[in-house]
């Protein structure tokens, strides 16, 4: 068949292998002029990593393994440790930490020749027929496919073409969050120590892998109107939120913000749809079902999503009306479990009061202190 993938994120790249390696002519479309390298790390967790070795790029995967939470240190605001992680956190052969433009660069080279990927060019419209989609893109060109694919992130335009504006069914989970590069951070001590500090309300951070750095702040707050592509108007939102701070290295984070074209801003939001496909387009990923980066399991979910829909498309012999509803049936689970485990993560990260936070740091000492 001939499908449009929306999105070359892990579930469009994904999609992209998966369905190109079965045989369908695939076009994977991308808003960007660049695949997405910007971001913390993401995690392969579970049956992903299972998944993964079908994909055929566990092989890979392990060997760009890295280990953030090693040496997480939570700081007071003279930067004094006050609590640390255990150190075996992420330590598991059921979870594979990995840089985010690791895991594109590799999704990415293993896209067989029956993918055509086309950056700078997103989705304007989508005329659904009974044998076909019509699509529109922004550059004024239009095409015709058999199967379309939202795979276009938490705010989706498929999604929203098709089943309609995101405020009916996103929820607010009361965080926002930034990440910006800090380069000036990336060799501060061959221990890699990522120090975080909370004040009421806020959290900032700075985390080294690899040989980078990337400075997070995260804020408790009722949902904001602004555009989310609106750059300035985001950094605007954190200087606000951040700016009469002095404490630590709070100042230093909001400047690297500022100096970031890239940074990465955005309410820690889910998706909640009572199905995720409608005729002949279909979602994965965060488009469908975004379960937080306070679950930690978008990247699980974008990859098992992807090869269920594309081991049901084989077995329904391309029969999308039968296909997608065992799709739904078979991630649905995956789905319903990664957004039930975000209770209580916010408020560890982001306590709302110096009392929670001098419990939280005490629950924590014993760990810091090797007892």
Known sequence: ????????????????????????????????????????????????????????????????????????????????????????????????????????????????????????ESVTSIAAHDDRVDVGFASGTAERFD??????????????????????WIRHLG??????????????????????????GHLAGVARFKDRAIGLLMFASDPIDYDHRDVDAQKAILADRFGDCRAWKVPAILDAVRADPDVYFDSISQIH???????????????AHCASPLAGRGTSLALTGAQFLAEELERADGDHVTAFPRYEARQRPYVTFAQGTVEGGGALLVPPTAQAIAARNRLLQPVAAGR
């Open 147 to 168: 199967l379309v694919l939202g795979a276009d992130g938490v705010h989706s335009a498929v999604r929203r073409l098709v089943f309609g504006p995101e405020r009916d």
């Open 175 to 200: 965080l926002y969050v930034a990440i910006a590069d800090m380069p000036g951070e990336a060799d501060a001590g061959a221990e890699r120590i990522n120090p975080m500090y909370s004040y009421p």
């Open 273 to 287: 749809l009572p199905g995720w496909h409608r005729g002949r387009v279909a979602l994965v990923g965060d488009a």
């Open 1 to 120: 068949m001939k499908i449009l993938v929306s999105g070359a994120g892990v579930a469009g790249l994904a999609l992209g292998r998966v369905l190109g390696t079965s045989g369908h002519h695939v076009t994977v479309v991308e808003r960007a002029g660049r695949l997405r390298g910007n971001g913390s790390p993401i995690d392969i967790r579970g049956d992903a990593i299972e998944v993964a070795g079908r994909m055929g790029i566990l092989p890979a995967v392990r060997d760009a393994r890295i280990r953030m939470t090693e040496q997480v240190h939570f700081v007071d605001e003279n930067g004094v440790a006050v609590g640390r992680l255990p150190a075996d956190i992420g330590d598991s052969p059921d979870d594979l930490e990995i840089a985010r433009e690791d895991l594109s660069r590799i999704l990415a080279d293993a896209q067989p020749e029956t993918v055509r990927l086309r950056l700078g």
